[in-house]
DNA sequence: GCCAACGTTGGC
DNA sequence: GCCAACGTTGGC
């Protein structure tokens, strides 16, 4: 099992927004790197939901793979936003995964709490400039991150 | 709204 | 294959 943290903002799709779908298809990534990480996703991943771009930027719930990657559907549609013409269906361009509520964090970890923390240097959310959407949390940053829940910001 | 950090594009 | 120009991300 492998762990991830996926950058939403809030006011596009927010935990609780995925609360109420429950399941969501993760459409839309159109950076490789991004989509590399979610073709190495199985099933019953761990899912740190990051709001990013808003007031206070941090993780906000947790969530899970419901599968392994497939052809993300928008790339096909020239009405999305996502469309993209030098994608073909025998050889799709982008990928996504679904991906489920699991419950939603008692409080948001900011981002500032968590570059505060040495635990988390070297973790690629908090390294200046990083623009990754998708990217890999090892079980340690994982386990560390969630345990900051219970204390005090 | 600004700006730094990057990724992508396209001319050569 | 290089690299300048351009676009995007995302924190502040």
Same mark, same amino acid.
Do not use: C
């Given at each position: 099992?492998?762990?991830?943290?996926m950058?939403?903002?809030?006011d596009?799709?927010?935990?609780?927004?995925?609360?109420?779908?429950k399941?969501?298809?993760w459409s839309?990534?159109?950076?490789?790197?991004?989509?590399?990480?979610?073709?190495?996703m199985?099933?019953?991943?761990? #899912?740190?939901?990051?709001?990013?771009?808003c007031?206070?930027?941090g993780?906000?719930?947790?969530?899970?793979? #419901?599968?392994?990657?497939?052809?993300?559907?928008?790339?096909?549609?020239?009405?999305s936003?996502?469309?993209?013409?030098?994608? !073909?269906r025998?050889?799709?361009?982008?990928s996504?995964?679904?991906?489920?509520?699991?419950?939603?964090?008692?409080r948001?970890?900011?981002l500032?709490?968590?570059?505060?923390r040495r635990?988390?240097?070297?973790?690629?959310?908090?390294?200046?400039?990083?623009?990754?959407? #998708?990217?890999?949390? !090892?079980?340690?940053?994982?386990?560390?991150?969630?345990?900051?829940?219970? !204390?005090?910001?």
């Open positions: 099992m492998n762990y991830w943290l950058k939403s903002e809030p596009e799709f927010s935990i609780d927004d995925l609360r109420q779908r399941t969501e298809p839309g990534v159109r950076n490789y790197q991004a989509r590399n990480f979610m073709r190495a199985r099933a019953g991943d761990g #899912v740190l939901f990051y709001h990013s771009s007031a206070e930027p993780v906000a719930g947790v969530a899970s793979v #419901v599968a392994s990657a497939y052809p993300d559907p928008t790339q096909f549609d020239p009405k936003d996502y469309f993209d013409a030098k994608s !073909t025998a050889e799709p361009r982008w996504l995964v679904d991906v489920k509520f699991k419950r939603k964090l008692k948001v970890l900011a500032t709490e968590l570059k505060d635990e988390l240097d070297g973790f690629a959310l908090v390294r200046a400039g990083n623009r990754l959407s #998708v990217l890999p949390v !090892t079980r340690a940053q994982w386990d560390f991150i969630l345990s900051l829940e219970g !204390t005090a910001a």
